[in-house]
């Protein structure tokens, strides 16, 4: 079933100078600036344990929905490095800084990232929980023999990235974060939270 949004399994919503502050910083959409004003992350779990989960499903949708994994959208202000949004796209944390901007995780180790350059710029996708860690960006690409990259601009090392080949990105499920909220995140009594291709529902990514 969808999961509706806004909801109350995540932290308090950002003020907007807040939300400025971070979209500086960090160069992510002004979709997911939105989201932050309305909705600090989101737990399964926590909507799994409430009394009031059925309020935030909708009735009309799939009830096993087949897709990726999703366990958590990451809040700001948790002081947790399990979770907190500041924390896991700040330095070593994440080696993809400025070119995937991590958003969640599913239960199997998934990465869910807005892509922050290149010709998917806005989008969302899943990354193979097998890419990591690594120290650095430089530490990645050496060790996925992509050397040729190091010293590439971020747009570059994002579209190659991207190669279906490589298997870095295990695909785009939405065109812009809007779309993933409003339609891609599901959640069924079987596999917990899922999401589904909502792909192509504006004709270009990121407008």
Same mark, same amino acid.
């Given at each position: 079933?969808?999961?509706?949004?806004?909801?109350?399994?995540? /932290?308090?919503?950002?003020?907007?100078?807040?939300?400025?502050?971070?979209?500086?910083?960090?160069?992510?959409?002004?979709?997911?600036?939105?989201?932050?004003?309305?909705?600090?992350?989101?737990?399964?779990?926590?909507?799994?344990?409430?009394?009031?989960?059925?309020?935030?499903?909708?009735?009309?949708?799939?009830?096993?929905?087949?897709?990726?994994?999703?366990?958590?959208?990451?809040?700001?202000?948790?002081?947790?490095?399990?979770?907190?949004?500041?924390?896991?796209?700040? /330095?070593?944390?994440?080696?993809?800084?400025?070119?995937?901007?991590?958003?969640?995780?599913?239960?199997? /180790?998934?990465?869910?990232?807005?892509?922050?350059?290149?010709?998917?710029?806005?989008?969302?996708?899943?990354?193979?929980?097998?890419?990591?860690?690594?120290?650095?960006?430089?530490?990645?690409?050496?060790?996925?023999?992509?050397?040729?990259?190091?010293?590439?601009?971020?747009?570059?090392?994002?579209?190659?990235?991207?190669?279906?080949?490589?298997?870095?990105?295990?695909?785009?499920?939405?065109?812009?974060?809007?779309?993933?909220?409003?339609?891609?995140?599901?959640?069924?009594?079987?596999?917990?939270?899922?999401?589904?291709?909502?792909?192509?529902?504006?004709?270009?990514?990121?407008?």
């Amino acid at each position: 079933m969808k999961v509706i949004f806004p909801n109350p399994f995540g /932290g308090e919503p950002l003020p907007a100078d807040q939300v400025a502050r971070l979209a500086d910083t960090f160069r992510f959409s002004d979709d997911y600036a939105e989201f932050l004003r309305v909705q600090n992350g989101f737990d399964v779990r926590d909507m799994e344990s409430s009394d009031g989960r059925d309020t935030y499903l909708a009735a009309h949708s799939p009830q096993e929905p087949s897709g990726e994994s999703l366990a958590q959208l990451y809040a700001v202000g948790t002081g947790d490095s399990f979770n907190d949004l500041e924390i896991l796209n700040a /330095g070593t944390c994440n080696v993809f800084e400025g070119i995937f901007f991590l958003i969640g995780s599913g239960a199997g /180790g998934e990465d869910w990232v807005e892509v922050l350059a290149g010709k998917n710029r806005g989008r969302i996708a899943c990354l193979n929980p097998e890419v990591g860690p690594f120290d650095s960006l430089d530490d990645f690409l050496v060790s996925w023999e992509l050397d040729d990259l190091v010293g590439a601009s971020a747009a570059q090392v994002a579209d190659a990235l991207e190669d279906e080949d490589l298997d870095v990105v295990m695909g785009f499920y939405a065109d812009r974060f809007s779309d993933f909220v409003a339609e891609g995140i599901h959640w069924s009594q079987t596999h917990g939270g899922v999401v589904v291709d909502v792909t192509g529902r504006h004709d270009s990514a990121g407008s």
